[in-house]
């Protein structure tokens, strides 16, 4: 260990309360800013693979981030939906590995009603390839019943056995209501982070019962069908809103999108969601840039704390810097001697917040899945994250150098004269 090294050791050691709050202090600010920059790399990885393992998204012609609104986040409505012959072609395309249809236009308190079918739970991937699951009951297999999002079942307190409504629309407007067709919840799923959280899945065919004795909209005037006459119908979907679609080969994307983009029977859009969900999220992502300023400005605030801590200290430490002087010691080495202290700490804070973020994103790992569907990374520090914690430790030397100064500044007199 070097001189000045084992100097600023032993001076930080005799100050070692100040010291180690302002250790603290800087642990705090640099596991804050790492963590918030791995939450913005786990929050945008896990919204563009809201839908991953799906090659293409298919809906009625309009644009591309529309059309992702509202089949994938359910926001908005289509203006249009696509034929049940359409979507029969689209899944017996050659290229075509398999097909997952939705018909989106119900809600329940604000939640959407999903129908689909069973490829649903076999096929749509979200996050780093993760199926669907099921926190309890099972998924539907005959008509009126309902498998539940994580966050319907939380918000309503639904469990399976549960009795519930839906309306037709999203608003739920007096007299669109579909009260004498109610449906059992028979599942829950487990939470994922995605806008499956917030669905209420039934089968396409429960659709059309629910629509047996409904025309143009609305309620067949005079007209009601109860639920045990429902199956003497013809229940086969008509149309549909759209399609999620699985490549046997992804090579083929482009070729297969362009054949649905150029469908004759009727106008279809095909679109790459992850493509889409890049372009959306520069768009909302203004959010996770605020944040990691905040988280920025909080480190700043922590290495002023630290510059303010040394620059306290040198008025009691006046003594021990004018023994240096008269040992020997030039003002340069005074200098060197704050500046090593400086970033002593600064390495140290930073080391213990790193230490810091992987204990707590460990410990929390499984309430931030469970709770947010996000699956905090417990890798190695990224080469972004290894920049930061260099511009850490480079804003701590500078940090020092107004209590180096300080300390330059000083005389060997001012240092012996005894202050009343």
């Not at 070692?16 to 709050?21: E, K, M, P, Q």
């Not at 919204?47 to 059309?67: C, E, H, K, M, Y």
């Amino acid at each position: 260990m070097t001189p000045v090294l084992h100097l600023a050791w032993r001076s930080a050691w005799n100050r070692r309360l100040t010291v180690g709050l302002t250790l603290v202090s800087v642990a705090l600010s640099v596991a804050l800013l790492l963590g918030v920059e791995r939450l913005r790399n786990d929050a945008r990885s896990a919204f563009v693979q809201t839908v991953s393992g799906t090659d293409l998204v298919v809906g009625a012609r309009s644009g591309p981030v529309q059309l992702l609104l509202y089949a994938v986040f359910h926001i908005g409505g289509a203006t249009h939906d696509i034929g049940w012959r359409s979507f029969l072609a689209v899944r017996e395309h050659p290229e075509v590995a398999w097909a997952v249809p939705v018909a989106l236009g119900d809600s329940h308190h604000g939640f959407r009603v999903v129908g689909t079918d069973a490829g649903f739970f076999e096929h749509l991937r979200h996050g780093p390839d993760r199926a669907l699951r099921l926190a309890s009951g099972r998924r539907f297999s005959g008509l009126f019943e309902a498998v539940v999002g994580a966050e319907v079942a939380a918000r309503l307190g639904y469990a399976p056995g549960a009795r519930i409504e839906l309306a037709h629309g999203s608003d739920e407007a007096p007299g669109a209501g579909h009260a004498d067709k109610p449906f059992a919840v028979v599942g829950v799923l487990e939470r994922t982070g995605t806008p499956v959280d917030r669905s209420v899945l039934v089968s396409l065919e429960s659709i059309e019962a629910i629509h047996v004795d409904w025309q143009g909209g609305a309620p067949i005037p005079g007209l009601r069908i109860a639920p045990e006459f429902v199956r003497k119908f013809d229940l086969a979907p008509k149309r549909i809103t759209a399609a999620f679609v699985g490549l046997k080969s992804r090579a083929a994307v482009f070729r297969v999108q362009r054949v649905f983009n150029e469908w004759r029977d009727e106008p279809l859009l095909a679109v790459l969601p992850g493509a889409t969900l890049q372009q959306l999220w520069s768009l909302i992502g203004i959010a996770e840039r605020a944040l990691l300023a905040v988280s920025a400005l909080v480190v700043l605030v922590g290495l002023s704390g630290l510059a303010a801590v040394i620059a306290a200290s040198l008025g009691e430490r006046r003594r021990e810097l004018a023994i240096l002087r008269a040992m020997g010691a030039s003002p340069g080495a005074l200098f060197a001697l704050l500046a090593v202290e400086s970033l002593l700490l600064t390495v140290c804070g930073s080391m213990l917040g790193v230490a810091l973020l992987f204990g707590a994103s460990a410990a929390l790992a499984p309430w931030l899945e469970s709770r947010f569907g996000l699956a905090p990374g417990l890798g190695a520090l990224a080469p972004r994250e290894w920049a930061m914690l260099a511009a850490v430790l480079g804003a701590g030397l500078l940090a020092s150098l107004l209590p180096g100064w300080r300390a330059y500044r000083m005389s060997l007199a001012d240092g012996m004269t005894v202050r009343t």
